[in-house]
């Protein structure tokens, strides 16, 4: 099955600096690639997603990369602001059919203000 | 307002009681999940379910079992609960299996 791997675990940053986290995927066969930002106590939601035709995807201050060849994925996110302190998590699936979502372990992203 | 919904928010119980968690869904999906989720952790789907009458067992093995009678629904239930039981729960639901939607998740602690 699909074995995804997260870094860091626990990311400490000064407000206005970017941050990035990395994520790698075992499964070829996987194309679908989204983040998801957990805010404490919340519920997790989806802030942005790839699919396997696109390298890049930029939505405001974030943007999440892919490399295929190298089956790895990471998110970054550009002056950051004390709000953007969550947990992060990526998550690798397969389109079409009956597929399963299969997550990360987490980043843990402290924006210092 | 469509969203998914679980009940109850918190859930404080003494061990061997019989627990049903509740998770609704007003969007239509036909898929859904129950994922477990200790605090700041990692997800670990525990159930899934592709429409009406079907359920599968996820990654994570659990005691716990589901059902899926109606599209909207899709409680959890422990027949007997324990303190490694404790842990939050997380409903989730999709159209075409991508992106999730999340419902609030319950915490349950079993004492």
């Known amino acids: 099955g699909e074995n995804v791997e997260q870094h860091p675990s626990t990311l400490s940053v000064q407000e206005g600096d970017s941050a990035v986290i990395k994520c790698t995927y075992s499964?070829?066969?996987?194309?679908?690639f989204p983040w998801y930002k957990q805010e404490l106590g919340k519920r997790p939601q989806l802030i942005i997603d790839?699919?396997?035709?696109?390298g890049e995807k930029k939505d405001q201050r974030i943007a999440v990369t892919l490399n295929k060849t190298a089956k790895h994925f990471s998110l970054h996110i550009t002056e950051t602001q004390p709000e953007d302190s969550a947990v992060y998590f990526c998550?690798?699936?397969?389109?079409?059919?009956?597929?399963?979502?299969?997550f990360g372990t987490g980043t843990k992203l402290q924006v210092i203000p | 307002e469509a969203d998914i919904y679980q009940t109850p928010r918190y859930l404080v119980i003494g061990t061997g009681k019989k627990i049903t968690l509740e998770c609704s869904q007003t969007?239509?999906?036909?898929?859904m999940y129950w994922y477990q989720q200790d605090p700041g952790m990692e997800l670990h789907l525990i159930h899934y379910?592709?429409?009406?009458?079907?359920?599968e067992k996820g990654d994570l093995s659990s005691e716990s079992t589901v059902s899926r009678i109606r599209t909207e629904h899709f409680p959890l239930t422990l027949e007997s609960a324990r303190p490694s039981h404790t842990s939050q729960y997380l409903c989730?639901?999709?159209?075409?299996?991508?992106?999730?939607?999340f419902g609030d998740g319950t915490r349950l602690s079993i004492l």
């Open positions: 379910s592709y429409g009406v009458n079907s359920t």
């Open positions: 790839i699919r396997s035709n696109v």
């Open positions: 998550a690798a699936s397969i389109s079409g059919g009956y597929q399963k979502v299969t």
């Open positions: 989730a639901s999709s159209l075409t299996g991508q992106p999730q939607h």
């Open positions: 499964d070829s066969a996987s194309n679908y």
């Open positions: 969007m239509g999906h036909d898929k």
